[in-house]
């Protein structure tokens, strides 16, 4: 049996569970930023927001938004406005869901992002690694910034890590994965990376 995978933007009606997400995954690392600020960074570039279905049900999201190289969110606060015009995109978060980690959900939000990217004329994908994150990022093309403190509000361990949006084919990914059996438990360990300023991901 296989549940089909849908990356859309994000709706009215996704919040609770995005909120869910974030609150289950950043609490034990004190990074929760509460709902205001959640959807403060979608009004600011809705575009570059995700919400992943698998199936009928809510399984992951991914915020980004333009943000000037080496500047990123303050978690303690929600964005002003609009954001501001840079060729830089900053993957502030991407969650999916404990019981569905390790099944590449992740991979197909950053291959959008990705693809979305380059669509827009972005250069560059920017994000805050926290909780030892930065090893998987690295994995995934990006480099470290090691000069200087870490990022304010992060956590001691937070590292600013950056990569140049691709210009070729990106992989592709299934579009469906098949469904967890019974019984069987997946990692929990925290998959927040990035921010992408989360992780802060």
């Known amino acids: 049996?296989?549940?089909a995978i849908r990356i859309r933007r994000i709706a009215d009606g996704d919040w609770?569970?995005?909120?869910?997400?974030?609150?289950?995954?950043?609490?034990?690392?004190?990074?929760?930023?509460?709902?205001a600020a959640l959807e403060s960074r979608m009004r600011a570039s809705p575009e570059t927001c995700f919400a992943l279905d698998l199936g009928e049900h809510l399984a992951g999201y991914l915020l980004a938004l333009p943000y000037p190289e080496s500047e990123y969110p303050e978690l303690s606060g929600a964005e002003p406005g609009a954001?501001?015009?840079?060729?830089?995109?900053?993957?502030?978060?991407?969650?999916?869901a404990e019981q569905l980690r390790h099944r590449g959900l992740?991979?197909?939000?950053?291959?959008?992002?990705?693809?979305?990217?380059?669509?827009?004329?972005?250069?560059?994908?920017?994000?805050?690694?926290?909780?030892?994150?930065?090893?998987?990022?690295?994995g995934r093309g990006f480099a470290a910034r090691r000069?200087?403190?870490p990022?304010?509000?992060?956590?001691?361990t937070a590292v600013y890590m950056s990569r140049a949006v691709p210009g070729g084919p990106l992989p592709?990914?299934?579009?469906?994965?098949?469904?967890?059996?019974?019984?069987?438990?997946?990692?929990?360990?925290?998959?927040k990376w990035a921010d992408a300023g989360a992780p802060r991901t």
């Open 16 to 35: 609770d569970g995005i909120v869910a997400l974030e609150s289950r995954a950043y609490t034990p690392l004190g990074l929760s930023e509460g709902r």
């Open 147 to 149: 000069e200087g403190p």
């Open 172 to 191: 592709h990914f299934e579009t469906e994965l098949p469904a967890p059996r019974g019984g069987t438990e997946l990692s929990s360990a925290t998959e």
């Open 106 to 138: 992740g991979r197909h939000l950053l291959c959008h992002l990705m693809t979305t990217a380059r669509a827009h004329g972005y250069e560059q994908i920017s994000l805050v690694a926290v909780g030892g994150s930065d090893t998987f990022w690295a």
């Open 83 to 96: 954001a501001l015009p840079s060729r830089n995109l900053h993957l502030h978060d991407v969650v999916v």
């Open 151 to 156: 990022p304010a509000g992060y956590g001691p």
């Open 1 to 3: 049996m296989t549940e």
